[in-house]
């Protein structure tokens, strides 16, 4: 039972463009939504992250939208880059929910995504 | 060190072998977790320290599996009796306070043939 699901394996996008990658979680109890980018033969590197309690967090070309009522967030990249080119995955967890006490993050399968020059 | 480290960065093993994944988190780091990432996947939550203890060892698939982190600082991904579909790639991760997200380190690939 996949608790945050990223329903689209890859996108490609032309350098310059928006990339729009998208996330679905089911589980209402998640309070914080982290978007990791990874390349191969490495490990996850953290880029950007939301709170439940907000609706957007920007940080330079990375967007984060949060839907709560549709239990959706999206993240956006503008412009997009060829170093951009990246498996990136949506992850969950229940900070706050759980008393601060524990940040055991719940993971979707990833979204490959390839940005053409 | 700037970063999380894990040794060794690959492992091949036969069925039936004990192994032992080593993580050292980045320095100052409390909180620290294990994640594992089979083909195709997500990363999938193994356990967490928070300090020397084991907060939340719920993802561990089961009782061959064991970590520990006995000085609040490395720590120490055990298998036992490996099978084959053990063969992953093993996360480890830490974090400082809330508000950032968890640090990690390249990874352990396991083999088991």
């Known amino acids: 039972d996949q608790q945050v699901k990223q329903n689209s394996p890859s996108l490609s996008v032309q350098e310059g463009r928006i990339s729009i990658l998208n996330c679905d979680y089911t589980?209402?109890?998640?309070?914080?939504f982290l978007w990791y980018k990874k390349y191969p033969a490495e490990g996850p590197t953290f880029l950007i992250s939301i709170s439940s309690i907000k609706d957007k967090n920007e940080d330079g070309r990375f967007t984060v939208f949060l839907n709560k009522s549709a239990k959706h967030l999206s993240l956006h990249i503008v412009p997009s880059q060829p170093g951009d080119s990246a498996v990136y995955f949506c992850a969950a967890g229940t900070f706050q929910n759980s008393g601060g006490s524990n940040y055991k993050l719940t993971f979707g399968k990833g979204t490959l995504l390839t940005v053409n020059p | 060190g700037a970063g999380v480290s894990q040794t060794p960065s690959n492992k091949v093993t036969e069925k039936g072998k004990y192994v032992e994944l080593r993580c050292d988190p980045i320095?100052?780091?409390?909180?620290l977790y294990w994640y594992r990432q089979s083909l195709g996947q997500g990363p999938e939550f193994l356990i967490y320290?928070?300090?020397?203890?084991?907060?939340?060892d719920s993802g561990l698939p089961n009782d061959r599996f064991f970590a520990v982190r006995p000085e609040g600082s490395v720590s120490t991904l055990k298998i036992q009796r490996t099978e084959r579909g053990d063969s992953a790639v093993y996360l480890c991760?830490?974090?400082?306070?809330?508000?950032?997200?968890?640090?990690f380190g390249p990874g352990t690939r396991l083999t088991v043939l």
């Open positions: 991760a830490s974090s400082l306070t809330r508000a950032g997200g968890q640090f």
């Open positions: 320290f928070q300090g020397t203890g084991a907060a939340d």
């Open positions: 320095s100052g780091h409390t909180a």
């Open positions: 589980n209402s109890m998640f309070d914080y």
